[in-house]
C-alpha cells in the first residue's frame, strides 16, 4: 500500500499520560500535514512540513504538543500530559507543492481517547 | 467569523436529485480543496482546483476567485454519495463541513 499510514489507529490513555502518533507519507511528497477533528466538526490545522522544516504551527498546538520530521520522511506527533479535551481524531495528510498547493491525500487517522 | 464558511450545514436529498453545497473563503488563495468524509472513514481529496471547472464523474466543482465562492455540485445523487463534504484553502483551513444524506 502506499497511500498515507498513521498508527497507531486507536489509543486509549489515561489524563497526564504521554502520547506519540506517526504519519508514515507517500514516500516522495514533502509536505506534510498535521490535523485535528473532533466529532462533527471539519479538521483544524496543527502544523506542516515541508521536508524537515516545520513552517507553519497553529495556536491550537499549544507547549505540550510537539511534532517532528526528523528525515524529511516520517512524522511524530507527541502530547505531553494528556488532557481529556485532547481526544480527538488526529488526521496526517501529504502532498507535494504543485504551485504552492498539492492534492492532499490524507490518512485514516489516530484516533485518541483521553480517560 | 471563520475564513471558510460552507452551506447548508446538513443537507437530505432524495435520490437522483442535483445537489449543490458552497463554499465561501474570506482569503486570498492560490487554490481550494474539495474533500469528502465518510462516516468512520478517511477523508478523500475529490478535487483541487485554482480557477473555472473541473469534473469527474457526477461530481462538478466550480470556483470564482473574485467573489471567493465555490461550489460542488452532485448530479443524479445517490445513497452512497452520503458523506460529509469539506472545503478547504491555503495553508489548510477547513471549512466545518455539508453532512449530505441521500435517500433511497
Known amino acids: 500500500d502506499t497511500g498515507v499510514s498513521q498508527n497507531p489507529r486507536h489509543k486509549i490513555t489515561k489524563r497526564g499520560q504521554n502520547v506519540t502518533f506517526r504519519c508514515d507519507p507517500i514516500s516522495e511528497h514533502n509536505r506534510l500535514y498535521w490535523y485535528r477533528q473532533t466529532l462533527g466538526q471539519g479538521p483544524e490545522f496543527l502544523t506542516y512540513f515541508q521536508n524537515e522544516a516545520q513552517l507553519e504551527k497553529s495556536r491550537l498546538l499549544s507547549d505540550r504538543f510537539s511534532a517532528e520530521r526528523p528525515k524529511g520522511s516520517f512524522s511524530t506527533l507527541e502530547i505531553q500530559r494528556t488532557e481529556q479535551g485532547d481526544s480527538a481524531m488526529y488526521l496526517c495528510a501529504s502532498s507535494l507543492p504543485i504551485i504552492g498547493t498539492g492534492e492532499l491525500f490524507f490518512g485514516e487517522g489516530s484516533r485518541l481517547t483521553v480517560l | 467569523k471563520n475564513e471558510v464558511e460552507q452551506s447548508p450545514q446538513n443537507l437530505t436529498a432524495q435520490e437522483g436529485e442535483f445537489i449543490t453545497i458552497n463554499c465561501s473563503y474570506s482569503?486570498?488563495?492560490?487554490?481550494l480543496h474539495w474533500l469528502q468524509q465518510h462516516p468512520g472513514g478517511g477523508i478523500v481529496s475529490l478535487f483541487m482546483?485554482?480557477?473555472g471547472k473541473k469534473k469527474h464523474g457526477r461530481l462538478i466543482a466550480t470556483i470564482n476567485i473574485q467573489e471567493k465562492h465555490s461550489s460542488l455540485h452532485i448530479t443524479a445523487s445517490h445513497p452512497r454519495d452520503s458523506a460529509v463534504y469539506i472545503c478547504?484553502?491555503?495553508?489548510?483551513?477547513f471549512g466545518a463541513g455539508t453532512r449530505l444524506t441521500v435517500k433511497p
Open positions: 482546483l485554482s480557477s
Open positions: 478547504a484553502v491555503l495553508d489548510m483551513r
Open positions: 482569503v486570498g488563495i492560490s487554490a
